[in-house]
């Protein structure tokens, strides 16, 4: 469980994460959503006691992270897969983390088979890793001590479909088995895909948080009629907001079920009733777009 | 695959205890040997040794051939290479960028600091160790080449005062790397104190009367050096004392105090 509240950190006067407060529970994935520069990994090295917060608190199991005896048994963190040293060979970096944990040697090759790097890959020097070897590492790293709390930045980047696929299985059956997940993510899609609850953020500022089904009804109802000016009177009448799409449909800030009823009881038959928009990536750029740097370009 | 990942039975197999400063010492000296960078900076120490060792014997006089002009042949890349290591150990965190993770596996970051403050200081007592001992070896063979009297003209607590400023360069070194938390710019910074300062102080005790008196109190390297001359006197030791809290210990807490505010990104 990882409990943020009011979490800001301001440079001078620039604020770049503005009092964000949310939860990541046991059990569920977390996605942390939002574009780039949008203060995802402040907010993440903040958790971990990396960078000083300007205001708020962050506990983790109940505990401020710089209260915890041995961190690496209890949260791990992979904040950026290349922030290792080039010269070390990536079974020589599991080992500083195992010995400085304090755990058995066998973890070792254990979680080694476990982000599968073979043993020739192991005993390279990281320097000479891709991307995606580097994310597995840093998994092996970050489980080595068998935390109940993950906190990843960014973990799929640079994995192909197949490492992103083992990726969200690992994460899922480790949520599965009660463990606490916090991602981050600019990719839109990953966290749809992954993602038990969200929280989306731009400029600093949660912009919408909440499990991953209410922010999809949040969406609302894209709504079709053969006749459009009864179907919008009478979604009117019944008190729900309509805008009109660029195609004549209206896009309803209902659930599909509560148009649908609408629909019937006015006797309007309808020829399109479906969620609005491909999901999670409309609101996104909807939600950031006056946050977004493409935006202020616009 | 689940149990692997999340293995509670890990807590109970390792004490959830603080993670102690014997466990972060040792692996902070795992991490000086562990690169290929490091292996070979280790082993310069080694190579330097041996090096000045041969180079005395073939090149010095053989009445200058005593345990002395071995110890300070041997003693010099010594003070250039054992402060490079401790600057090395200190800014690898932030010029690598491993300090992410190991920072987030210790939190405690003086904890993290003092232990590589002791494994450098390890490293520079072997490191004198073997070449002071280097040194008997090079004046035992030397003389038996030269066909000239063994001369052991370094006392003990001269060998030990050698060890001591040669320790002081490290720390210097430490301090320098604590400060800046790069490895060029502690490094530049190293050369230019070691190198630039004892001339300009040099010269400005030349030319002002005042300066003059007041060097020893204020230019450590010009109090250091008489820790590789032999045995120092009350006031000497002073100096040393005086102008070390000046120009390592006083910067050192400074850097201690950036250390533990400063973002680990």
């Known amino acids: 469980m990882i409990t943020i509240e009011s979490l800001s950190k301001k440079y001078g006067s620039r ?20 574009p780039n520069g949008a203060g995802k990994s402040t907010s993440m090295r903040m958790m971990v006691g990396l960078t000083r917060p300007t205001s708020g608190d962050v506990t983790i199991s109940g505990r401020r992270f710089a209260d915890l005896p041995n961190p690496g048994l209890e949260v791990g963190v992979m ?84 490492g992103i696929r083992w990726m969200r299985d690992l994460l899922r059956g480790y949520a599965d088995g009660g463990g606490t997940v916090l991602l981050s993510s600019h990719l839109l899609h990953e966290i749809e895909v992954i993602a038990d609850d969200i929280v989306m953020i731009g400029q600093g500022r ?33 008190g729900l ?44 750029l909807q939600l950031t777009a006056d946050t977004q740097r493409e935006g202020k370009a616009a | 695959m689940t149990t692997l990942v999340l293995d509670r039975g890990l807590e109970r197999l390792v004490a959830a205890d603080q993670v102690p400063l014997s466990r972060v ?28 060792t041969v180079g005395t014997i073939l090149f010095a006089p053989d009445a200058d051939l005593t ?32 300090g992410l993770t190991t920072f987030t596996l210790v939190p ?17 007592v072997a490191s004198m160790l073997f070449a002071l001992a280097t040194g008997v070896a090079g004046n035992l063979v030397g003389t038996a080449i030269a066909g000239v009297d063994l001369v052991w003209d370094v006392s003990f607590a001269h060998g030990v005062n050698i060890v ?38 040099g010269l400005l005790a030349a030319s002002k009367e005042w300066f003059h008196d007041l060097r020893p109190w204020v230019d450590l390297n010009f109090a250091q050096s008489a820790l590789f001359e032999g045995s120092l006197t009350g006031e000497q030791w002073a100096h040393v004392a005086v102008s070390a809290t000046i120009w390592v210990v006083l910067p050192a807490l400074v850097g201690l105090r950036l250390v533990m505010t400063s973002e680990v990104k």
């Open chain 2, 67 to 98: 345990y002395y002009t071995f110890a300070k042949a041997i003693g010099f890349p010594m003070t250039v290479i054992l402060p490079m290591i401790a600057v090395l150990a200190i800014t690898g965190e932030w010029s690598q960028r491993s």
């Open chain 1, 79 to 162: 904040l950026d897969a290349s922030a290792q040293h080039a010269g070390r060979t990536g079974r020589e970096i599991l080992g500083i983390a195992q010995q400085l944990i304090g755990l058995p040697a066998r973890r070792v090759p254990e979680m080694l088979e476990l982000v599968s790097l073979t043993e020739t890959e192991s005993n390279r020097r990281v320097g000479g890793y891709s991307l995606g070897m580097r994310q597995r590492l840093g998994i092996a790293v970050a489980l080595i001590g068998g935390p109940s709390v993950l906190i990843l930045d960014e973990p799929a980047n640079g994995l192909d479909p197949a």
């Open chain 2, 25 to 52: 010492t040792r692996v902070e000296l795992r991490k000086m040997f562990d690169t290929r960078s490091g292996f070979w900076l280790m082993a310069s120490i080694v190579i330097a040794a041996l090096l000045s």
């Open chain 2, 164 to 201: 001591l400023g040669s320790l002081l360069c490290l720390l210097t070194g430490t301090m320098l790397g604590i400060l800046f938390r790069s490895s060029p710019v502690a490094l530049v910074a190293y050369f230019v104190y070691s190198l630039l300062l004892p001339t300009v102080s």
């Open chain 2, 108 to 124: 405690r970051r003086r904890r993290v600091v003092l232990a590589k403050v002791i494994a450098s200081v390890t490293v520079g």
């Open chain 1, 206 to 238: 949660i912009v919408a948080q909440g499990s991953k089904a209410e922010l999809l009804q949040a969406a609302g109802t894209v709504v079709r009629a053969r006749n459009m000016a009864a179907l919008a009177r009478a979604l009117h009448e019944s």
């Open chain 1, 15 to 34: 604020t770049v994460v503005d009092g964000i407060s949310f939860a990541a529970r046991p059990g569920r994935v977390t996605g942390f959503l939002g």
């Open chain 1, 241 to 284: 907001t309509t805008t009109t799409l660029p195609d004549g449909a209206l896009r309803a800030d209902a659930d599909p079920a509560v148009v649908g009823l609408v629909a019937r009881e006015s006797g309007i038959a309808l020829t399109e009733l479906r969620t609005a928009g491909g999901g999670l990536e409309d609101m996104f």
